[in-house]
Every structure is written in C-alpha cells, then in structure tokens.
C-alpha cells in the first residue's frame, strides 16, 4: 500500500477518514474563533451580569450551529462534491412544515416533563 492510497480511496476520492478529521478541525477552529468573536463583542460587563451564563450559552450554540452548517457546506463542496441540499436543509415549503411540526412536538413533550414534575 503507499502512499497514495492511505489518503485516496479505489474511486479516486479522499477518504472518509480523512473527510471527517478536516471537518472535525474546520468546525473546531471555526467554534472556537466564532465563541471569542461573539465573547469579546459582549463585553465582560454582559458576561457577568445577572444573564450572563444565558448569554454565554447562547453564543456558543449559534457559533456551534454556524461552525456546522458552514464547515459541512464546505466540505460537501469540495470534499464530497454534493449540494447543501443534500444535507437536508434546503429551505422550502416542506422545511417549514418539518420545522414547525419539530418546534409544536418540542415544545408539547417539554411541556408534559414540566407539568409531571
């Protein structure tokens, strides 16, 4: 085996191995320089203030949420050579109905584990 093949599989593509460590490094880097964006933007008197844990989790969960879709588009792009779509998410008709049906039963099973307890 040489060299070409531990990083190029039979079809000619890179392999999946390797797809998911570039993916896995793009979206760490992105994360955390998105995370330091979004904390120094803040400010520490946010940060520290009667909401900041709220606002700390928030900027982490949107720089997640954009590292992904962003480092996925990339990497289905060039790496894999399919659309965003083929991701699943496009946004149409049929999205909409599927997230606002994910929102309703979300919000109804959060609901229920509340009144229980």
Request: hydrophobic letters at 50%.
């Amino acid at each position: 085996m040489g060299l070409h093949e531990i990083f190029v599989g039979s079809d000619g593509r890179l392999r999946s191995g390797w797809r998911c460590a570039i993916f896995a490094a793009g979206f760490s880097i992105l994360t955390a320089i998105l995370v330091m964006i979004g904390s120094v933007s803040a400010g520490p008197d946010l940060l520290h203030g009667p909401n900041g844990l709220l606002i700390d989790l928030t900027i982490e969960n949107i720089s997640i949420l954009i590292s992904a879709l962003f480092v996925g588009w990339l990497c289905n792009r060039f790496l894999d050579g399919s659309s965003f779509s083929e991701m699943g998410a496009s946004f149409n008709r049929v999205y909409l109905k599927h997230l606002g049906s994910g929102l309703a039963l979300g919000t109804i099973t959060l609901c229920l584990a509340v009144g229980i307890a």
